[in-house]
């Protein structure tokens, strides 16, 4: 019975962290995505700026100096999200990691406890046996 009741707890704390490791790597790939995408805007306005410099160093003409003013307020605010983001991907990987640890540690809990129950049974069974045979 032990070992019936190992295998199925084993097999529960496996699904249970798959699981987990599964709604991570979702939460994970959403958050890089946005990443990426803010990270493509930034660079997007690098070149603006870069084409916008090369205007007015031709030109001399001041009007894009507000263009360059906004694409370093875009640019900044693009980097505070990605700083945000980063810090919740990490949040998230913590707390998977975290909650991984503490399906393995209630795994180990039960499957402790169901050697102990083992262990007694076997022990009962044996205490029977003895009085059996002493009863003889």
């Known amino acids: 019975m032990g070992f019936l009741?190992?295998?199925i707890e084993k097999t529960k704390a496996s699904t249970k962290s798959m699981?987990?490791?599964?709604?991570?790597s979702k939460d994970t790939s959403k958050i890089q995505s946005q990443i990426k995408a803010e990270k493509a805007?930034?660079?997007?306005?690098?070149?603006?700026?870069?084409k916008e410099y090369y205007r007015f160093t031709y030109d001399g003409d001041e009007s894009h100096k507000d263009c360059f003013d906004s694409l370093v307020k875009?640019?900044?605010d693009s980097r505070k999200?990605?700083?945000e983001w980063e810090a919740q991907l990490d949040e998230v990987k913590s707390k998977g990691a975290e909650e991984r640890e503490n399906i393995k540690a209630d795994r180990d809990?039960?499957?402790?406890?169901i050697e102990a129950s083992d262990a007694e049974a076997k022990a009962e069974k044996?205490?029977?046996?003895?009085?059996?045979?002493?009863?003889f």
């Open 5 to 7: 009741e190992r295998t």
């Open 81 to 83: 999200l990605i700083e």
């Open 126 to 135: 044996e205490r029977i046996r003895k009085e059996k045979d002493d009863t």
């Open 109 to 113: 809990a039960k499957l402790e406890e």
């Open 74 to 76: 875009q640019i900044n």
């Open 19 to 24: 699981s987990s490791k599964f709604n991570e």
């Open 41 to 50: 805007k930034v660079k997007e306005c690098y070149e603006t700026i870069g």
